[in-house]
């Protein structure tokens, strides 16, 4: 059955509806092959092929009912920071050990709505806080993408390593991911597939585990443009228990891949230029201006004289929030609890023992960042520059339609080679926390290898809800790119 998990999203869909194959012979096959690679990839902490095999029964009989939803019988997986009834959910940490939501995500609820089949739940960073996939309680993920004439093993990035892991290795169509700082596009930009964050508020977080909830926001990992449209068109919508989730209608995403994107302006952000860049990302990032310039968009430079501010107002502003959001993990109403001789003790020894170290680390810094002593000059002062970053991209957007940057400043590294060096590890987000932190919509795309063969992305920022034109334009240069590569199998 290895060509029905080969398959894209729009290709399974369209072999779904003529009945080519069944959502449940389409489930098997994505079951066995997860089976097959997990002991390798570690891609999926939980896997669930009883609940995959009856919800796409189920959907086999909705269709033949003629009541097929848009993605019914699709084979997706989902992070783990998505609540799912009934199902483990962990993001990735110990402290939720065993907890099984007694609700569902409405990002999940959405799919299911759809037509959509779980297959299982995807390994990413403890509480989605790193970009390697490391800090997970379940052990790291490893890129099915390896070096040209080398065994060792790649990170796929995180905190969606799982995700991103997943999709380029086959184990699933398409992928449910988040993103904080970076953590859908750098893992997307790492395997060779294609992530989106769209804009704050478009996809419900309601049922998502927290990370910082200003900055949080859910979109898929899929294989090309057109399925990552296609998904974030059914994850997205109002929702009235997410009170940050916008009141529009939701597009049909994908009718915008496939048009026309002459005359655009494109925006080429100078302080993204970083001294000591690869060349061949920078030779990338040319690439990609030819190939719009010969699209028929116009290219500007453009300004955005506070990007240099970005990365440690996001590492004041996330572990802020986090450390907040976190305070409510003490043990005593879900999750790990280790008993202690007090209350007091026993709140200390479970965070203790729950808790990874970047976590802790996060909740240290947040905590500080937010104690009477630093507020002004830390978390208040990190909430102006947030200020400053929106308002750079105001003006740009003032004179472009989109920008267009690299998506992580080098190809995916080795595994152990950067945690000992939490610093080293927070620069691979200086391209993608900008967006987050002005609310802004960012796609990444897969648009060539690497001297060593593996995936580079570029990155496209849009307006406040225009992600309709990134997936125009992220058609046009999928095109150009003729990303065809695919991980030699090892696993
Ligand atoms: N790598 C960033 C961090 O560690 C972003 C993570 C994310 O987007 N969830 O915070």
Redesign the pocket.
Known sequence: MAALTNMTLKAALDGLSTKAFSAEELARAHVSAIAAANPHLNAFVLETPDKAIEMARASDERRAKGEAGPLEGASIGVKDLFCTEGVQSTAGSKILNGFKPPYESTVTANLWRDGAVMLGKLN??E?????SNE?SAFGPVSNPWKAAGSNQALTPG???GGSASAVAADLCLAATA???????R?PAAFTGTVGI?PTYGRCSRYGMIA??SS??QAGPIAKTVEDAAILLTSMSGHDAKDSTSLDIETPDFASFVGKSIKGLRIGIPDEYRLDGMPSEISKLWDEGIEWLKAAGCEIKRVSLPHTKYALPA??II??AEASSNLARYDGMRYGLRVDGGSLIDTYEKTRAEGFGA?VKR?VLIGAYVLSAGYYDAYYLKAQRVRRRIAEDFDKAFEEVDALLTPTAPSAAFALGDRVSDPIA??L??VF??TT?LAGLPGLSLPAGLSGEGLPLGLQLIGRALDEGTLFSIAGVMEDAAQFRAKPTRWW
């Open positions: 990413m960073d509480f989605a806080m790193g970009s800090t995180g905190s969606s988040s993103d904080t700082g970076g953590s859908i750098q964050k990370f910082a900055l949080d996001y590492y996330a572990p970047e996060r590890m927070y691979n987000d993608t926390v987050n």
